[in-house]
């Protein structure tokens, strides 16, 4: 039997049953469900429970979404949407991968406004357990629900929807921020500091430093603002909400970005001075074992970044220093050559030695530590990126030709990010050096940036 717009499921149990040759008796022992039920179920008189399609389904042999089209049109069309039906199986659906069944749900109830926040509360949930396909579908809903209202709720299904942008794309990802950008303010303070948190990987990913510097500054106050007030007797047991880390990490995060802001921008000296402010954590009121990892990592990492700032100042008595230091620390020994690379070619210094030490570390790795934004995921592809194209002029400066297959990965990998300022760069290393490409290398090239184009 092939259903129509009409069908309901009851007549397709009620067919299942005759085919088989069962009473309404069998088929209850078969389901576990009791024999009035599906007495009333049969006759129309009693809706199906999302419980009940699960056995209903389960005990006819066929795969757990198999009514769910039709489900949605019972829940609507043939009875009243109650949200005790359709909660389960909007969360079911996600779980299955059945958007499409989201979608026709979603846009039903949303012709009643009343049933926004509870859509909202199911793509929390949803967002929490990785489900990001189906809760974004429900924050843009949402969204369109409040466009006219400046609410909170609105403002987090933005947030939500720029995390869940969040890529490989370095395009999408500032078209991302640009749109979140505009509702930040209207979060609650601890969202806010997550966002500027976020919003300053994507800003740094793309080397938009004084953007960043200026999410950060702006993190920074309102951090420590929150932190004193928290101190103070009538907070210190508030029911505010809370940050995803406490409030002492993001004062230090703040000047943690700013050194490295200060550093990107040549500003040595600058650089040093933040290290020494997040280095002091003598204001710290906590003391508990997270404030005690915080506080260590945050040390370990103001050591290693005083003499990062001395190499990358053109000190380069302070180089085989660093390189003893980050030789104990695998986790940081990537970024570190990043580093010693652009120093070694802004000051000319012959660094193979280091590159041969450390050669089994320059392939890309996503070991990516827990804390800090040179350490984010976007921000280290990025990284990545320019590290072969840095590469590539360290080696080709000696007219090495192991330069152009540093060029032609670090196309591949800008390509794949959609840098476009590296991607010129390589074009223009080509360019210059092409007489040393070979016949295989040069259709290499074309190739790449034929597909780029």
Same mark, same amino acid.
């Given at each position: 039997?092939?259903?129509?717009?009409?069908?309901?499921?009851?007549d397709?149990?009620?067919?299942?049953?005759?085919?088989?040759?069962?009473?309404i008796?069998?088929?209850?022992?078969?389901?576990?469900? %009791?024999?009035?039920?599906?007495?009333?179920?049969? *006759?129309?008189?009693?809706?199906?429970?999302?419980? +009940?399609?699960?056995?209903?389904?389960?005990?006819?042999?066929?795969?757990?979404?198999?009514?769910?089209?039709?489900?949605?049109?019972?829940?609507?069309?043939?009875?009243?949407?109650?949200?005790?039906?359709?909660?389960?199986?909007?969360?079911?659906?996600?779980?299955?991968?059945?958007?499409?069944?989201?979608e026709?749900?979603?846009?039903?109830?949303?012709?009643?406004?009343?049933?926004?926040?509870?859509?909202?509360?199911?793509?929390?949930?949803?967002?929490?357990?990785?489900?990001?396909?189906?809760?974004?579908?429900?924050? /843009? @809903?949402?969204?369109?629900?409040?466009?006219y209202?400046?609410?909170?709720?609105?403002?987090?299904?933005?947030?939500?929807?720029?995390?869940?942008?969040?890529?490989?794309?370095?395009?999408? %990802?500032?078209?991302?921020?640009?749109?979140?950008?505009g509702?930040?303010?209207?979060?609650?303070?601890?969202?806010?500091?997550?966002?500027?948190?976020?919003?300053?990987?994507?800003?740094?990913?793309?080397?938009?430093?004084?953007?960043?510097?200026?999410?950060?500054? /702006?993190?920074?106050?309102?951090?420590?603002?929150r932190?004193?007030?928290?101190?103070?007797?009538?907070?210190?047991?508030?029911?505010?909400? /809370?940050?995803?880390?406490?409030?002492?990490?993001?004062?230090?995060?703040?000047?943690?970005?700013?050194?490295?802001?200060?550093?990107?921008?040549? &500003?040595? @000296?600058?650089?040093?001075?933040w290290?020494?402010?997040?280095? &002091?954590? *003598?204001?710290?009121?906590? &003391?508990?074992e997270?404030?005690?990892?915080?506080?260590?990592?945050?040390?370990?990492?103001?050591?290693?970044?005083?003499?990062?700032?001395?190499?990358?100042?053109?000190?380069?008595?302070?180089?085989?220093?660093?390189?003893?230091?980050?030789? +104990?620390?695998?986790?940081?020994?990537?970024?570190?050559?990043?580093?010693?690379?652009? #120093?070694?070619?802004?000051?000319?210094?012959?660094?193979d030695?280091?590159?041969?030490?450390?050669?089994?570390?320059?392939?890309?790795?996503t070991?990516?530590?827990?804390?800090?934004?040179?350490?984010?995921?976007?921000?280290?592809?990025?990284?990545? #990126?320019r590290?072969?194209?840095?590469?590539?002029?360290?080696y080709?400066?000696?007219?090495?030709?192991?330069?152009?297959?540093?060029?032609?990965?670090?196309?591949?990998? *800008?390509?794949?990010? %959609?840098?476009?300022?590296?991607?010129?760069?390589?074009?223009?290393?080509?360019?210059?050096?092409?007489?040393?490409?070979?016949?295989?290398?040069?259709?290499?090239?074309?190739?790449?940036?034929?597909?780029?184009?």
């Amino acid at each position: 039997m092939v259903p129509t717009t009409r069908t309901m499921i009851r007549d397709l149990l009620a067919l299942h049953l005759s085919q088989k040759g069962m009473s309404i008796h069998q088929f209850s022992i078969q389901s576990g469900i %009791n024999s009035g039920t599906l007495s009333r179920i049969l *006759s129309g008189h009693q809706p199906i429970a999302m419980n +009940h399609l699960e056995r209903i389904t389960q005990a006819m042999d066929l795969p757990e979404d198999h009514f769910y089209s039709l489900y949605v049109d019972e829940c609507f069309y043939f009875s009243s949407p109650t949200w005790r039906r359709l909660r389960p199986f909007l969360v079911r659906s996600a779980e299955l991968g059945r958007l499409d069944c989201v979608e026709r749900v979603v846009q039903n109830l949303l012709e009643n406004l009343v049933y926004a926040p509870m859509l909202f509360e199911v793509a929390e949930g949803l967002f929490r357990e990785g489900l990001w396909q189906a809760a974004e579908l429900l924050y /843009k @809903n949402v969204s369109v629900s409040e466009k006219y209202q400046n609410s909170e709720r609105l403002a987090l299904c933005q947030y939500r929807l720029f995390l869940i942008a969040i890529g490989d794309d370095q395009a999408r %990802n500032l078209q991302a921020a640009h749109l979140f950008e505009g509702y930040l303010d209207w979060l609650d303070e601890a969202d806010q500091l997550d966002g500027l948190n976020h919003l300053g990987h994507v800003y740094g990913s793309m080397n938009r430093w004084h953007k960043v510097d200026e999410l950060a500054n /702006k993190m920074l106050q309102l951090a420590t603002i929150r932190y004193n007030l928290q101190w103070q007797s009538n907070r210190r047991e508030s029911n505010e909400k /809370k940050t995803e880390k406490p409030l002492y990490f993001y004062i230090l995060y703040a000047q943690l970005i700013r050194s490295t802001v200060c550093e990107e921008l040549g &500003d040595f @000296n600058s650089a040093l001075e933040w290290v020494s402010l997040y280095m &002091d954590v *003598s204001w710290i009121q906590e &003391d508990d074992e997270e404030a005690k990892r915080i506080v260590a990592q945050f040390q370990e990492w103001g050591t290693a970044n005083r003499l990062l700032h001395r190499v990358m100042g053109g000190q380069y008595e302070a180089l085989s220093e660093y390189v003893e230091y980050i030789s +104990h620390r695998p986790d940081e020994i990537f970024i570190a050559l990043y580093n010693i690379i652009l #120093s070694a070619n802004r000051y000319d210094w012959n660094v193979d030695y280091i590159l041969e030490r450390f050669a089994s570390y320059i392939p890309y790795r996503t070991n990516l530590a827990e804390y800090g934004i040179l350490h984010n995921k976007q921000v280290i592809a990025n990284q990545y #990126s320019r590290f072969l194209s840095e590469l590539a002029t360290y080696y080709l400066h000696d007219n090495r030709k192991e330069g152009i297959r540093f060029i032609l990965q670090s196309l591949e990998s *800008s390509a794949r990010i %959609n840098n476009e300022s590296n991607v010129i760069k390589c074009v223009d290393l080509f360019g210059q050096h092409r007489n040393q490409a070979n016949e295989e290398q040069n259709e290499q090239y074309k190739v790449q940036i034929g597909a780029y184009l």
